[in-house]
């Protein structure tokens, strides 16, 4: 919405996570406001490297922060914020794929398509195109513990809260997903001394 | 597609997996953050506030020590918001309700408080039925309120259940004689109630109610008792896993085959005592689990006695199974996918004529309790429509007057069976 106006900047002092969450469940939204603004960056990240459509990734966000203002009684401190934001997100995330399935599939034939002829100067920056489509193309099972740990930046314990996993399977998974990975921007994996 | 930019040489990454993985990593740290291209707290906040005002209220929402200068021009812009998002909240409810008897998502949120309230009044009075309806010695008159007396003990526990279900913890007045009379009916080898047909789901129930109370110390001394009901119910475990009307060793003389409606009775006694600590100690909770999860078709449906199985309501069954893994089996590994699966299972049999506006207690009972069980998201928009229907729909039907008042009337196939005090326990047990 083009109508949002400037956010007025926050003068209290910076708060943690949990003693804005404990505000928000005592009843002051403008510390929950002070969650938003502090995540929400973050969120959209998420969202965008989890392969949702450019136009509904700050949908998505809104929802999440809408979701854990009314589950805001449920949260214990006792785990970190974030652990409950991305358990969250991922929730609204798992609702809209179910809603858009056949809409996302349509886009993501779109991006395997044609994606950089719609970026300019897309030779220059072909790494990062690789690194992003070999990502994109990535199984969702592998693709969102690699999104969590390696680009959001929980630990392998919080990842497997979110994704309700053991931790081992978190680890084998991000091995798995690093090997794909490796394999999709190198090409096949093969002998170089067979070659000759 | 080749990873052209590393630290080190191309070829050697190529022969060195530990080289190439780092580089793999290195790139996706390189990957620039995607951020919003507009500020989102004013949306968030105006959101909350146009869905939720009653809440607002009711906790006494506050907004921080902010000038007025600062937020005359947010106000404005949050109020232009909130009058947009309302005008479109109002035309989409009015396209629904003219397509569809339901209110609409935003509308549901807006009348959760309200609800929430309603509902409390609805289980007080039907707590109130109950209280009022128990003789000296704990009982229910179960042939006098409709019901078979044969199956008093089944009937009798969930009664207990349901009165307990919304007492503050400490008030043993009513569930301590109601327990003893459950116990004073128990048999040398642990089983409660009659050995008829329904013996397993008599037993079942019954255990579950005793264990309640056992937890919430109304019945601590006679903690050995509750124990041998627990037991009985790991001896009458089939070798599958599952639990039939009857114990294994009656069934395999009667050919009874195990069910996942009874079963999730036992399941549920079993998994309570594991949160008391009694543990699993030869696996029939495991077992019992993965015979449920044996049930599950690939949508997540289950079936009643295999998958594909519906010779009744398949909504219960997969409720009942849900149940079963979402509060049994929780904390136990392995069984993620498949308590995902059956939820989607069940939010698509929830999309189904009938399920909103006809009377059934027991499927009413398990799909509500099954959804209060999950961990937080528990569903979708549509999913939480749904299910605020059935809510209205229990609540609305409760009797409101004369000597009733606080019941249900008896109304769904099982009427004949259980009567009233069927009806009113579990109508009042699927109350949020």
């Excluded at chain 1, 450019?54 to 914020?81: C, H, K, S």
């Excluded at chain 1, 999104?147 to 959001?152: A, G, K």
């Excluded at chain 2, 947009?84 to 035309?91: I, N, S």
Aim: charged share 25%; net charge positive; proline share 7%.
């Amino acid at each position: 919405m083009s109508i949002a106006p400037p956010n007025p900047p926050h003068t209290a002092p910076p708060a943690r996570d949990h003693e804005l969450m404990q505000r928000t469940v005592d009843g002051d939204l403008e510390a929950f406001g002070g969650l938003v603004e502090r995540h929400q960056g973050a969120l959209v990240n998420y969202f965008g490297r989890c392969g949702v459509y450019t136009g509904e990734r700050e949908d998505l966000a809104q929802e999440t922060f809408v979701r854990i203002y009314r589950y805001r009684n449920r949260y214990r401190p006792t785990a970190q914020f974030t652990t409950f934001l991305y358990l969250v997100a991922r929730q609204v995330r798992i609702d809209l794929l179910r809603r858009t399935e056949r809409r996302r599939r349509l886009y993501d034939q779109f991006q395997q398509s044609a994606p950089q002829a719609a970026v300019p100067g897309a030779v220059e920056r072909g790494e990062r195109l690789d690194i992003e489509q070999a990502l994109a193309a990535l199984d969702e099972t592998f693709r969102e513990v690699v999104v969590l740990v390696l680009l959001q930046g929980l630990k392998h314990r919080e990842a497997a809260e979110v994704l309700a996993i053991p931790i081992g399977t978190v680890k084998s998974r991000l091995n798995t997903a690093l090997q794909r990975l490796r394999e999709t921007v190198q090409g096949p994996k093969h002998d170089p001394e067979s070659d000759e | 597609m080749t990873l052209k930019a590393t630290s080190r040489p191309e070829a050697q990454a190529g022969r060195d997996p530990d080289a190439a993985t780092q580089a793999v990593r290195a790139a996706l740290a390189q990957l620039p953050p995607l951020r919003p291209t507009r500020d989102l707290v004013p949306e968030v906040l105006a959101r909350i506030r146009q869905e939720a005002p009653a809440t607002a209220g009711r906790f006494g929402l506050r907004s921080g020590p902010a000038p007025w200068r600062t937020w005359l021009p947010r106000l404005a812009a949050l109020l232009a918001i909130v009058l947009g998002v309302d005008l479109a909240v109002r035309r989409h409810v009015e396209r629904k309700q003219a397509t569809r008897d339901r209110p609409s998502a935003s509308a549901t949120e807006a009348r959760s408080v309200r609800e929430d309230r309603e509902s409390r009044t609805a289980k007080r009075l039907a707590q109130a039925w109950l209280t009022s309806h128990q003789d000296d010695e704990g009982r229910w008159d179960v042939a006098g309120l409709g019901g078979r007396a044969e199956h008093a003990t089944a009937l009798n526990a969930l009664a207990l259940m349901a009165l307990m279900a919304d007492l503050p913890p400490g008030s043993h007045a009513t569930v301590r004689p109601g327990a003893l009379a459950l116990l004073a009916a128990q048999q040398p080898d642990g089983r409660l109630g009659s050995p008829g047909a329904f013996a397993m789901y008599e037993h079942g129930i019954a255990t579950v109610a005793l264990l309640r109370a056992l937890e919430r110390g109304a019945i601590a001394e006679r903690e050995s008792d509750v124990r041998r009901a627990v037991r009985f119910i790991r001896s009458a475990q089939t070798p599958a896993g599952g639990w039939g009307y009857e114990p294994h060793d009656r069934a395999a003389a009667t050919g009874a085959q195990p069910n996942a409606s009874v079963s999730a009775w036992q399941i549920e006694a079993l998994g309570i005592a594991r949160h008391l600590g009694w543990g699993d100690p030869e696996g029939h909770l495991r077992r019992g689990l993965f015979w449920i999860t044996q049930l599950a078709d690939a949508q997540g449906t289950v079936g009643y006695q295999a998958p594909s199985d519906y010779p009744s309501a398949r909504l219960s069954t997969t409720a009942a199974g849900l149940f079963s893994l979402a509060s049994a089996g929780r904390g136990l590994d392995g069984l993620e996918g498949v308590t995902s699966r059956m939820a989607q299972g069940l939010a698509g049999l929830l999309d189904q004529p009938g399920v909103a506006s006809d009377a059934n207690p027991y499927r009413d009972f398990f799909v509500l309790r099954a959804i209060a069980a999950l961990p937080p998201p528990t569903c979708s928009i549509e999913t939480r429509r749904i299910l605020a229907d059935v809510v209205q729909r229990v609540r609305q039907t409760q009797v409101q007057q004369g000597e009733h008042r606080g019941s249900w009337d008896p109304r769904d196939r099982y009427a004949r069976l259980g009567g009233r005090l069927y009806s009113t326990s579990l109508s009042a047990m699927a109350l949020p």
